[in-house]
């Protein structure tokens, strides 16, 4: 490599006159427990639950549900096979793992299936939750008599309609950086726990009370596979004189109710330790609550809604059976109206979760050189992926207008990408066990040996049920085969021609700085170079780093170092990896940044220490990165999303969970405009202004005069209404304290003059 300088900006390049950077590649994790990594799969998983059983009856008939009930039992198997594949640490998400399995060019047609499993995540879930409130519209209008009940075709605008909105809002989110939160999904699943146990008693005392029957024996016979059911086998004796091609043919309906399982995999490595027990765990509770959930709708919706009017119901099932259990109306519409709420939220939380996933697939795609870094390039004001997040919500706003707002249309699409990502997981997992063996943590179950060599027979039935599964689904949804093998083709040409363009343009790279690539485990001063009380600056967007220009401006030579460090946010891009590889941390973009901060070194002839640590969360990657430097303080630039306050309590809430050790740091926020917020992090004395000190002396004159000859100070003052206001709170009086803070914290605002 070749130094564009020798500079002192290229301090700690050992003597080659190359700039190092430093690579943590033990990532910088948020670690959250069990329930919180189920609650975000149930996000994802259990939004299927309110179209996969209509779904599949549409095409099945009143069997569906026994098949949708052996789906969800098939998913727990489906579970243990991402299990083991996150167990073994293969870096790269799916490319990287199918890759060293079976080849780039099968890895490149797993991402394609991925991808499209991901654009139609967005929009089937979108049009779900738009059918679902259009229902309820309709519902409303005719018990009230204030109109007629929407046509089919309505309902389907007002879908349609809907889901773009929706896109629409997480497009500008995610544009923005919304940040992934478990929080969220555990209240959401909190909501849908309450709707789950409430519907299903109030479906338990509805067929109790009208001694419904069970739906009919999933038997061959029982099947109703119409034209559409057979699609290119419509007119093929083959599923009539083989039972087993009919059973397969129906489970291929009902896949769709393990939709989201593959979410698993991407919370692997944000689950707290240890890793692989929780995960379990995380997976049995998924099992229970989505097989109690799916397939108790499908059961009591076949049971309890009259066949009269069910297929009106077959989008909006849950929605169905709300208005069909027996009790007062008004109850019925309330409990309806609870039931499209808590829908909206699961399914509109499943929209994003498809742009979230869609932008870390493809992220890891262009950084592994299968997509070029033009791709990744930041947005100039909020320095996230937006290219790539554009032309994910761009297509699946043009899926929502080709569907029209039709379900079953959307569903026959994302079948095909649901059981191909599966299919291709497995087969790399199976593939895995030969090319890389060895001990493991975890094995899918039922393995043996004949002379030594493993024969992994559960592995093998659980890949060999996916691959008949995917296959006729390719026969009998010919409309998602034509789409979904002529996006995958495109989508293969696409990283083809980019793979081979990225490396040809290998050596366009040159006009900018070469920098040697030093792994460590983790961050230390030693490794960085730099002195403890070190000047931390973090940096992510080329386009604003005036924050560090005003840092260099004002240090001395020698007095402190600076180190520019970069977080590389990790997404949830169906990976598991805990530690990364270099080139998976630092790319063109990477190189680009530090280029850039390199010259504004240069230009101040100054020194800088470069660092790259991945975590997935921004705020305590750089918190945990300052403690392990042992920085005093850190410098960030204004957040183009937040005013500066709501920046400092993201900052300061994050250093709360940094555990039991919590160093101080001197927090500056810098403005464009040059101004600066100036912010302590940790306990620390308050900045009180002339009128609080004053306040204070006064109280302290009139009780040193009634104590006498007691001596008193002022921090006793300060310690007594300390104490009192926290007797207050102990004494069951928070709600007065709170209303009386509140009533203090207005008063002041008032008093404020008014900003120009």
Aim: neutral net charge.
């Amino acid at each position: 490599m070749n130094s564009s300088s020798d500079s002192p900006a290229a301090a700690g390049s050992r003597g080659n006159g190359v700039p190092r950077v430093i690579i943590a590649t033990t990532a910088l994790l948020t670690f959250i427990s069990f329930w919180r990594a189920a609650a975000i799969v149930l996000n994802d998983l259990a939004s299927s639950a309110y179209y996969a059983g209509g779904e599949a009856e549409g095409y099945i008939g009143k069997t569906a549900p026994w098949f949708i009930l052996a789906i969800m039992l098939f998913s727990y198997a489906v579970r243990a096979v991402y299990v083991e594949s996150c167990s073994m640490f293969v870096r790269g998400g799916v490319y990287r793992a199918v890759k060293q399995s079976l080849g780039g060019t099968l890895a490149k047609f797993s991402v394609s299936a991925l991808m499209f499993d991901y654009i139609l995540t967005g929009p089937i879930s979108g049009v779900a939750a738009g059918q679902y409130l259009a229902g309820l519209i309709s519902e409303v209008l005719q018990y009230s008599h204030l109109g007629s009940p929407l046509t089919p075709g309505e309902v389907n605008s007002i879908a349609a309609g809907f889901a773009v909105l929706v896109t629409v809002y997480f497009w500008w989110e995610n544009t923005k950086g919304i940040p992934e939160s478990s929080e969220k999904a555990l209240v959401i699943m909190k909501l849908v726990t309450a709707m789950v146990v409430l519907l299903i008693a109030w479906c338990i005392y509805t067929a109790v009370l009208r001694h419904s029957p069970l739906p009919p024996w999933p038997h061959p016979r029982n099947l109703r596979l119409n034209a559409s059911a057979l699609g290119w086998l419509a007119g093929s004796p083959l599923p009539h004189m083989f039972g087993i091609i009919a059973i397969f043919i129906a489970l291929g309906h009902s896949v769709l109710a393990m939709s989201g399982e593959e979410s698993l995999a991407q919370v692997y490595r944000e689950i707290e330790s240890p890793k692989l027990p929780n995960l379990k765990k995380a997976g049995l509770v998924i099992f229970v609550y989505s097989l109690v959930f799916t397939s108790l709708v499908s059961f009591f919706a076949v049971m309890i809604i009259p066949d009269s009017v069910r297929q009106n119901y077959l989008e909006n099932l849950i929605g169905g059976l709300a208005m069909s259990l027996h009790g007062p109306l008004i109850a019925r519409l309330i409990f309806h109206a609870f039931v499209v709420v808590v829908g909206t939220l699961i399914l509109a939380g499943a929209v994003n979760t498809a742009i979230v996933g869609s932008n870390g697939v493809l992220n890891r795609v262009s950084e592994d050189g299968v997509l070029s870094s033009w791709f990744r390039q930041p947005h100039p004001r909020f320095g996230t992926s937006y290219r790539i997040i554009n032309i994910v919500v761009l297509l699946q706003i043009i899926t929502i207008f080709i569907s029209r707002g039709d379900v079953t249309f959307l569903a026959n699409l994302y079948a095909f990408g649901v059981i191909w990502s599966f299919t291709m997981n497995g087969l790399a997992v199976l593939v895995l066990r030969y090319t890389r063996p060895g001990v493991r943590e975890f094995q899918v179950p039922f393995n043996f040996y004949i002379r030594g060599v493993q024969i992994p027979v559960g592995l093998s039935l659980i890949t060999l049920t996916l691959f008949l599964i995917a296959v006729v689904n390719l026969f009998t949804k010919p409309v998602a085969t034509m789409a979904g093998g002529t996006f995958s083709v495109l989508l293969f040409i696409v990283f083809s021609i980019s793979e081979r363009r990225a490396h040809r343009g290998g050596a366009a790279q040159m006009e900018m700085d070469q920098f040697n690539l030093e792994l460590e485990s983790e961050l230390t001063p030693e490794a960085v170079g730099a002195r403890p009380g070190n000047i931390l600056v973090p940096v992510s967007n080329h386009f604003n780093l005036y924050h560090l220009g005003n840092v260099l401006d004002r240090i001395k030579p020698g007095r402190r170092d600076v180190v520019v460090l970069h977080v590389r946010l990790l997404r949830r891009s169906a990976s598991g990896e805990n530690e990364l590889d270099a080139d998976q941390l630092f790319g063109s973009i990477e190189q680009h940044l530090f280029s850039q901060a390199l010259s504004m070194a240069e230009k101040r002839g100054k020194s800088i220490r470069l660092a790259v640590v991945a975590s997935n969360d921004l705020w305590e990657g750089i918190l945990r990165a300052g403690a392990s430097l042992q920085s005093s303080t850190i410098v960030i630039g204004r957040s183009a999303k937040d005013n500066t306050e709501e920046q400092a309590r993201q900052i300061g809430e994050a250093w709360e969970k940094l555990g039991d050790i919590k160093p101080q740091f001197n927090l500056e926020i810098h403005l464009p405009n040059g101004d600066k917020i100036y912010k302590v992090l940790g306990p620390h004395a308050p900045n009180l202004t002339s009128n609080e000190v004053n306040l204070l002396h006064r109280l302290w004159l009139r009780f040193s005069d009634v104590l006498a000859p007691q001596e008193l100070h002022h921090h006793d003052v300060v310690h007594f209404a300390l104490e009192e206001v926290k007797k207050e709170i102990e004494d069951g009086q928070e709600d007065e304290v709170v209303k009386r803070l509140r009533a203090h914290l207005e008063g002041n605002q008032s008093k404020k003059p008014p900003s120009s």
